[in-house]
């Protein structure tokens, strides 16, 4: 089992940069795949980045590639977001999870955060 706790959320103009990350517990965090997520008012959870476990291969949304970069670093149990050029559409509250097979599907991932809010502003 692991816990994970998102930080780095806040309030940025568009155009600008944040990076969350997401600290997680226990000794088995370099067994899982991480995955961020991001869910706007009103809107259902969407996938936005997923990174392997040791490869390090990632996959990305679409509306997100070119301005999102996931990276972990396995020996401080943590993954990060990097976004720059934000957009007021990326406004939402966003969630790193854990999944034991690389997937892009909600369903797929068996831990998660609490959410950390990102607000972009125009």
């Known amino acids: 089992q692991v816990q994970l706790v998102e930080s780095g959320g806040g309030l940025v103009q568009a155009g600008g940069s944040l990076r969350l990350s997401c600290a997680a517990s226990g000794r088995t965090f370099s067994t899982y795949y991480m995955g961020w997520f991001r869910q706007a008012p009103g809107k259902e959870r969407e996938f936005v980045a997923a990174?392997?476990?040791?490869?390090?291969?990632?996959d990305y949304a679409d509306s997100v590639k070119g301005r999102f970069t996931i990276s972990r670093d396995n020996n401080k149990n943590t993954v990060y977001l990097q976004m720059n050029s934000l957009k007021p559409e990326d406004t939402a509250v966003y969630y790193c999870?854990?999944?034991?097979?690389?997937?892009?599907?909600?369903?797929?991932?068996?831990?998660w955060g609490q959410g950390t809010q990102v607000t972009v502003s125009s």
């Open positions: 990174i392997s476990r040791y490869i390090y291969n990632s």
């Open positions: 999870a854990a999944a034991t097979r690389m997937t892009m599907e909600v369903s797929g991932y068996d831990y």
